[in-house]
């Protein structure tokens, strides 16, 4: 929702997934992003995270889409 962003909850939320995932044993947080969406790619950049891939692969309707994979080392 528009009115909902800007707010840090995106962030906020990624913050809480690798802190469970670091309190569970994982040291890499990893994702699939759309390269098109290039507010989301800034989003995980400013949180540290790379790309470690680029790729096409298609939506549930068979639609080609560019893809990254970031990454991102876990830490206490």
């Known amino acids: 929702m528009p009115e909902k962003q800007g707010h840090g909850l995106a962030k ?3 913050a809480e997934l690798e802190q ?3 309190a569970n044993g ?3 947080s ?3 992003v759309r390269m098109s969406v290039l507010r989301n790619i800034e989003l ?3 949180l540290g995270y790379v790309v470690t891939k680029e790729e096409t692969g298609e939506n549930r309707n ?3 889409l560019a893809i990254a994979t970031m ?3 876990l830490t206490n």
Do not use: D, N, V
């Open 12 to 14: 906020a939320l990624i």
């Open 20 to 22: 469970y995932a670091f």
């Open 26 to 28: 994982k040291s890499t």
């Open 30 to 32: 990893r994702c699939k």
């Open 44 to 46: 995980y950049r400013s």
């Open 62 to 64: 068979g639609i080609s």
């Open 71 to 73: 990454e991102k080392q």
